[in-house]
C-alpha cells in the first residue's frame, strides 16, 4: 500500500514501530498533492517547509515514546480556523491576506498531540454553501467525478482526504457542512455536540450552529481527531465541561442493546433521490441484521427546519460579519472619498454574492418591527425541532436518515439557484439546531459511481453511540477500500 493510502490508524501503527518515519510520510504525501491536485483544486494553501519541520519534531518525539494516536500524521484543515503564521482566508477576498497571530484552539491542540499540519483546505466563503463554488479562489472537484461538486462548504477538507492528499482534516458544520461533504466525497465525518469542541479561532459564521469536527477515512480515524481536538476550553464560554470518552476505544459485538429510530417523514421528502432513498434502506437492514432494534419515530417539525435556519444563520452571520469594515484588518478599498464609501466599497468588492445576500437577508430579518415575525419565530421553531428530537430519544438511541437528498449534482446547477442550494440542506439542519451529534457514514455508489452516506443522530454528548453504530456498519458493509479513480 502507498504511503498517502493509509488511514491514521494504519500509519500510527507504522510510525510506533519505527517501520516508516514521519517525514517519510509526510513527503508521500506532499508528492500525492503535487500529483493530483491540479485537477481537484482542493488546497488554498500547502504549507511543505512547516510540514516538513513538524514532522521532524514527530520523528524526535516518536523516538522518545511520548507519542499519541496523532504523532507524525499529516492532516489539512479548513482554512477558516486561526494558524499562527499561516494564511487564514474563509475562501474570502476580504481576508485573502490575513495571517493569524494566534492559533484556534483545536489547532494547538493537535499541535500538542504531535499532528503534522499540512495546509488550509478550499471551502465556500465564510463556509456559506453546499457545494464549494462559493469560494472567492477555485471551485474545488469530487475525487469521484471531476465535473460534480464535492459538497460543502468543507469540500475541500472532504475532497482532500477521499483523494489522500491527507490522512485526515477538520472541517465545520453549522447546517451540514461535515456531514454532507463526506456524504458525496465517500469518507466519514462527524458534527459533534454543540459545545464539545472549543470554536475559539475559528472564525464564526453562525455562533450558535457552528461546531468543528473531523473527517476521515474510516470511523475509527474520525474518533481518534474528535478525542484530541474535543474537551472544555477557558477561551469559549459555550464549551462544556464535560469528560470526553475514549471514542477510539469503542467498537463491541452487535448492537443489539441499541434502538433505532427511523423518521416516518423522510423516505416521503421532497427531491429525495430514488438510488439515495434505496441505499438509506439498504444501510437500515444491514443495521437490523447487526442486532438493532428500528422504530418508527417522527419529527414533526422538521418540515420547518430550512425555512429557520435560513433566517437564523444569515442572522448571526449579518452581525458576526459586521467586522470586516477594511479597518482593523483585510481587504480595504483603494481610493474612497469618504468614510461611509470606504465601508461601502470594502464590503462590496470584499465579499462574494452568496454572502452579501446572507447579509442583506440577515440585516432585513433583524431590523426593527420584523425582529419578532423572523428571527422569534424561527427561534420559536427551533425550540420545536429541539423538543422532538427529546421526545424521539425517550425511545430510541440513534436516529438515521439519508445526509443529502441526491448524489453530487454536476457543477454549476445551483449557481444561480441558491433556494435550490437551500433546500437540498433538509436533512442536515436540524441536528445544529438542536444542537446534537451527527455523523455521516459512507453507506453505497449510485448507479453512476457517487459515493452516498448514511447519517446518524444522537443525544446531547452521545458521540460515543454514533461511533459504535457508524463502527459496525461499516465493518458490516466493508466499501472502505474503494478508492475514487484519479
Ligand atoms: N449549506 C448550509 C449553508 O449554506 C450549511 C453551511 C455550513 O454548515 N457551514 O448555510
Redesign the pocket.
Known sequence: MKLHELTIEQACGLLNNKEISSVELTRAVLARIEAVDGKIDAYLTVDADGALVQAQAADHRLSTGEATPLTGIPLGIKDLMCTRGLRTTCASKILEDFVPPYDATVITRLKNAGAVIVGKLNM?EF????TTEHSAFQVTRNPWHLDRIPG??SGGSAAAVAADMCLGALG??????IRQPASHCGVVGIKPTYGRVSRFGLVA?ASSLDQIGPLGKTVADTAIMLEAIAGHDPNDSTSVPEPVPNFSAISGDGLADVVVGIPKTYSSARGLDPQVGAAVERAVKTIESLGARCIDISLPHSDHAVAAYYVI?PCEASSNLARYDGVKYGFRDKAPTDLLQMYRRTRSQGFGSEVQRRIILGTYALSAGYYDAYYGKASQIRTLIKNDFQNAFASCDVIVSPVAPTPAYPIGETIDDPLTM?LS?IFTLSANLAGIPGISVPCGFSDDGLPIGLQIMGRHFNEAMLFKVARQFERAIAIKHKKPPL
Do not use: K, Q, R, V
Open positions: 465556500d463556509a456559506m454553501g453546499s460543502g462548504s465545520s458544520d453549522t447546517g451540514g457542512s459564521f444563520a437551500y440542506d
